[in-house]
């Protein structure tokens, strides 16, 4: 027989193990199981959001289940169950959770049977309103959804307030109920009064000058109140990128009679501001390398309290160097009126050189088409009413290049002129729609100080659509041409001549690699060939894009084309396809391009392309 202590100890270990047990499961909050019958979908997350949390603790345990008939009924009726069966069973245990079992029998949902909604007053002038009624999507027939109902509403105030409606508010909203034949009907009367108009816009925190302020407000004085108009505003001091900070605030309160004020606040953005890139150029040439590469990026967003702003940028790579700054002066318009003066320095490569291993009877590369340029140029840009930006610029370049081991440095003057117009279905930085249209003319004369006599037209096009919300097509198509007499071919520098390949023209070549060539014998005697380029350039793209989610999509591609002369053009294709992120700085392609041929200088190639940015 167990000693009277012994005994004491098994039952203070008995009731510890109880309350050990008890705790455990009421720590992971199971004081309540809970098992819905009978629906589910939309209408079993609305009883469960109807139902709230479960409980923690006995005495929120009896509250909850004291209201879970409510709680229920509710949840079924603000979908449009009036009719619904509710039966409710409660299963009771000491040492684990009670189960709440819930069976449901929805019944006969209730049908819109009209929608009547009516507005008065000065907005019954406005159109953005015919605009929202034409884009509801609730209509009779519908199961009621005091949900959707409420929404509707809110939509409605959100849409008048937005107008400048402020006075407006509902002279009727009520939904009607025939619970005998299941049908709703729904009456929203809406009173707008009148519209108020934009008020004095007043400016604080700036250094810039107040007349370059007023010239990006964009609308007139008295012009009728609406958020899109404070919008443009608040996107015109942005893109200026003179301020740090932009706060555009409706003074709602101390809007008069008729007018709202509109107050600015505004602070500037440091004197001096640096950016520094670290990347690298994978496989850009034929024989496939990894150049290092760094870059360093100079601002002075705001000079002085004229808007001047300069941009300085340097680069370095083993054969790449470059170092280009631009100086604006912002003229009639800050944004949609510029002049700007640019200088740079820039080496770059084009093309490939071989020579021809007699041993193998092959061509081994050996490089590229090495050029320095110098320029200077002036440019003045201006956006007009119809959208267009044009632009007329007079250019100077000087270029240093040896071809077929012969030293050249032409010099051009060019005057340009040229045409560009963007237009999208949507601002996010991976639009839905969109078209972007470019067209330029520049010229050189021998007696303005250019080489040889020169036009140089381009145009470059690129369209953008989606259909059936997950398939998007892009396609592009770029051409150019240098109109020059044959036999000064070789006096255009290579900057100003065509040649094709890399993610923005023929995926699946290295990048400047493919064009026209020459063979000629080199200074040891021996036959060489180099890709100098072309006259003339006709590439296009289609690609099909199918939008896994909202984030990741699949692509497929195929490109064409090349740059030729007149007597050797010899069309390229390749295809190949990649994977996309919809990245919040926009979207980050990882593609792969095969080449369908070779060429006499290129062989049949594969290229990994990653590109970063927004299609327009």
Wanted: charged share 25%; aromatic share 12%; net charge negative.
């Amino acid at each position: 027989m167990l000693s009277k202590s012994l005994q004491y100890c098994l039952v203070i270990c008995v009731a510890l193990v109880s309350l050990a047990s008890n705790f455990a499961w009421a720590k992971k909050d199971e004081w309540l199981t809970i098992e819905l019958q009978g629906v589910s979908g939309s209408l079993a997350k609305n009883v469960r959001a109807h139902l709230g949390e479960s409980p923690t603790s006995q005495v929120q345990r009896r509250a909850f289940l004291f209201t879970v008939e409510d709680n229920v009924t509710a949840a079924l009726e603000s979908m449009g169950r009036y009719h619904a069966k509710v039966d409710i069973n409660v299963t009771e245990s000491k040492n684990s959770p009670w189960k709440l079992t819930i069976n449901i029998d929805e019944g006969e949902p209730t049908i819109i049977q009209w929608i009547d909604i009516k507005f008065s007053d000065e907005m019954l002038d406005d159109n953005s309103f015919n605009r929202w009624m034409d884009q509801l999507t609730i209509k009779p027939g519908d199961t009621l959804n005091h949900g959707v109902y409420s929404e509707l509403k809110s939509n409605l105030v959100t849409l008048a307030l937005a107008r400048g409606y402020f006075d407006g508010a509902f002279t009727r909203s009520e939904i009607e109920i025939n619970r005998d034949l299941n049908t709703a009907k729904i009456h929203l009367y809406f009173e707008s009064g009148r519209r108020y108009k934009m008020g004095e816009v007043t400016f604080s925190g700036q250094t810039i000058n107040d007349d370059l302020l007023e010239k990006l407000i964009p609308f007139d004085p008295n012009a009728n109140y609406s958020t899109q108009r404070l919008n443009r505003l608040n996107r015109n001091l942005i893109d200026t990128g003179y301020f740090s900070n932009i706060k555009v605030l409706p003074q709602i309160d101390n809007m008069s009679e008729t007018k709202v004020p509109i107050k600015v606040d505004l602070a500037p953005r440091p004197t001096h501001s640096f950016e520094v890139g670290l990347g690298a150029d994978i496989g850009t040439n034929a024989e496939k390398t990894v150049e290092p590469r760094v870059r360093l990026t100079w601002r002075m967003p705001e000079i002085n309290s004229y808007g001047h702003t300069q941009e300085t940028t340097m680069e370095w790579s083993p054969d790449r160097p470059k170092f280009l700054t631009t100086y604006t002066i912002p003229l009639t318009h800050p944004l949609d009126d510029q002049l700007k003066f640019r200088v740079g320095l820039l080496r770059d490569k084009y093309g490939v050189t071989q020579d021809y291993n007699e041993d193998d009877r092959n061509y081994d590369y050996t490089g590229q088409l090495e050029s320095e340029k110098r320029l200077f140029g002036i440019i003045r840009q201006q956006r007009l009413d119809s959208g267009w930006l044009f632009g007329y610029s007079l250019e100077y370049n000087h270029e240093f290049y040896n071809q077929s081991d012969t030293d050249y440095d032409p010099q051009f003057v060019l005057a340009g002129f040229g045409l560009s117009k963007t237009t999208r279905g949507d601002n996010t930085l991976d639009p839905k729609s969109g078209f972007r249209q470019t067209y330029s003319l520049e010229y050189g004369d021998p007696n303005l100080g250019s080489e040889i006599r020169l036009t140089k037209i381009e145009a470059r096009l690129k369209w953008i659509d989606t259909f059936f919300e997950r398939h998007r097509f892009v396609s592009r198509l770029d051409l150019g041409a240098n109109i020059a007499d044959s036999d000064q071919i070789d006096q255009i520098s290579p900057s100003l001549r065509y040649f094709a390949g890399g993610d923005q023209s023929i995926r699946g070549y290295g990048f400047q690699e493919l064009g026209p060539y020459i063979e000629y014998v080199n200074s040891e005697g021996g036959l060489s060939r180099q890709v100098v380029g072309g006259r003339y350039l006709v590439v296009g793209s289609l690609e099909y894009q199918y939008y896994l989610t909202d984030t990741w999509r699949v692509a497929t591609f195929v490109d064409a084309g090349n740059a030729f002369d007149t007597e050797q053009f010899e069309p390229v294709v390749s295809v190949g396809g990649g994977i996309h992120w919809i990245s919040p700085i926009g979207p980050i392609k990882f593609d792969l391009g095969v080449g369908l041929k070779e060429t006499e200088t290129i062989d049949r190639s594969w290229r990994i392309h990653l590109t970063m940015g927004t299609d327009l």
